[in-house]
C-alpha cells in the first residue's frame, strides 16, 4: 500500500497570504494525484487531478504541481472561504489511498 | 446536474448487515466508474472500494475485503455497497463518489454521505 505523507498537519494563515501544502507518497505514483477540500459538515470536494489540472469552476488562485513522489499545493491568496481541511491522494495504485490532511486556519 | 443521493445508512449491532444505495441523475452513469469512500467521526478520509463502469473491475481496501460487496444497477443509474460481518470501526459516514473518467481516478462529484453507526 502507497503511504502519503501530508505537511504540516496544521496551517495557520492570514487571509491574503499565500499557503503552500505539501504530500509526500511512499511510491512513485507519476501524476496520478489529487486535492480535495473539506468544510466541516460537507462532502470533499475536488480541487486539482492529474497533479495540476484545476477542477471545473476552481479559482486559479489554487495550483498543484509535482510528479512522482512529491507533490505541492498553493493558493495563492487565501481567502475566507478556504480556510478547510485539505486531503490528497494518490489514484496510481490500489488501494487508493490519502493523506490524513492539513487543516489550514485563520492566523 | 450531477446529483448522488446515498441511503440505507443507519445504526447496526455489531457482526450485523447494511445495504447502502446511491442514486445518480445529471451525467452517463454506465460509462463511469463508481467509488465509495468512508470517514469516521472526527477522522480523515478512507477510501473504500471502486467499481468500473460496466462492473467487471471491483477494487476494495484490506479492511473491507470480504465483508463488503461493491454493485451497480446500470438500467437504475444507482451504486451499492453490501456491508456484512460490521465491525465499530466501520462506523462512518460513507461517501458515493463519481470518477472523473474512467481513467482518471480522482472523484470530482460527491453525495452527502449516509451515516453508518455500528453498536450494541
Known amino acids: 500500500e502507497i503511504v502519503i505523507t501530508q505537511s504540516p498537519a496544521t496551517l495557520s494563515v492570514s487571509p491574503g497570504e499565500r499557503a503552500t501544502l505539501s504530500c509526500r507518497a511512499s511510491?512513485?505514483?507519476?501524476?496520478?494525484f489529487a486535492w480535495y477540500q473539506q468544510k466541516p459538515g460537507q462532502a470533499p470536494r475536488l480541487l486539482i487531478y492529474?497533479?495540476?489540472t484545476r477542477a471545473t469552476g476552481l479559482p486559479a488562485r489554487f495550483s498543484g504541481s509535482g510528479s512522482g513522489t512529491e507533490f505541492t499545493l498553493t493558493i495563492s491568496s487565501l481567502q475566507s472561504g478556504d480556510f478547510a481541511i485539505y486531503y490528497c491522494?494518490?489514484?496510481?495504485?490500489?488501494?487508493?489511498?490519502f493523506g490524513q490532511g492539513t487543516k489550514v486556519e485563520i492566523k | 446536474e450531477v446529483q448522488l443521493l446515498e441511503s440505507g445508512g443507519g445504526l447496526v449491532q455489531p457482526g450485523g448487515s447494511l445495504r447502502l444505495s446511491c442514486a445518480a441523475s445529471?451525467?452517463?452513469?454506465?460509462?463511469?466508474?463508481m467509488t465509495w469512500v468512508r470517514q469516521a467521526p472526527g477522522k480523515g478520509l478512507e477510501w473504500v472500494s471502486t467499481?468500473?463502469?460496466?462492473?467487471?473491475?471491483?477494487y476494495y481496501a484490506d479492511s473491507v475485503k470480504g465483508r463488503f460487496t461493491i454493485s451497480r444497477d446500470n438500467s437504475k443509474s444507482t451504486l451499492y455497497l453490501q456491508l456484512n460481518t460490521l465491525r465499530a470501526e466501520d462506523t462512518a459516514v460513507y461517501y458515493c463518489?463519481?470518477?472523473?473518467?474512467?481513467?482518471?481516478?480522482?472523484?470530482?462529484?460527491w453525495g452527502q454521505g449516509t451515516l453508518v453507526t455500528v453498536s450494541s
Open positions: 491522494q494518490q489514484y496510481n495504485n490500489w488501494p487508493r489511498t
Open positions: 492529474g497533479a495540476s
Open positions: 445529471g451525467f452517463t452513469f454506465s460509462t463511469i466508474a
Open positions: 467499481l468500473t463502469d460496466g462492473g467487471g473491475g471491483k
Open positions: 511510491q512513485n505514483v507519476n501524476n496520478n
Open positions: 463518489a463519481k470518477d472523473v473518467t474512467n481513467f482518471v481516478g480522482a472523484t470530482d462529484y
